[in-house]
């Protein structure tokens, strides 16, 4: 019986490491989706193509534009201390975060933005969350408790 549990304690060990492995690559290639998201509109930008959701944002500070007559949405939080705009696929996550006074596991991020809720679901949003906190749109005040970093706050409404 012994052996058998310390062959279950092993198998453990190994997958937890092998997770492990796997959460260190996603999070590479979110990264790399990141950069990539911003190069994009960058020179999307400067060929004239289109305007980027951060000069969009900061036309619409500037002026007395009607919001509603704005043609892209208005991100939900902008960090103060760069004037940079989240990625578009955050949006959901730092408006909802932007909306609480309480720090968020990311099962109840899930729950709350009507993701699924399952082990790799969760997980992977994990892996959002604290690439979110590395490029300083989150803070984790506690291990696996995120909330909006103080430099980030939702835009000024005219």
């Known amino acids: 019986m012994k052996e058998r549990e310390e062959a279950a304690r092993v198998r453990v060990e190994r997958l937890q490491g092998e997770l ?4 260190v690559q996603i999070a590479a290639a979110e990264d790399e989706l ?3 998201e911003i190069t994009r509109e960058t020179l999307a930008t400067l060929g004239g193509e289109h305007i980027s959701p951060a000069l969009q944002f900061e036309s619409s500070l500037s002026g007395d534009a009607n919001p509603d007559d704005l043609s892209a949405p208005v991100p939900p939080v902008v960090n103060l201390a760069t004037g940079e705009v989240p990625a578009e696929g955050d949006w959901p996550v730092l408006a909802l975060l932007a909306r609480t006074d309480v720090p968020l596991r990311a099962k109840q991020i899930c729950e709350q933005t009507g993701e699924t809720v399952d082990h790799r679901h969760i997980e992977t ?3 959002r ?9 989150l803070d984790e005040p506690e291990r696996g408790l995120f909330a909006l970093a103080d430099s980030v706050r939702a835009p000024v409404q005219p």
Request: net charge positive; charged share 25%.
């Open 20 to 23: 492990a492995a796997l959460n």
């Open 34 to 36: 990141s950069r990539l």
């Open 125 to 127: 949003l994990r892996m």
């Open 129 to 137: 969350l604290k690439r979110m906190v590395r490029h300083g749109w």
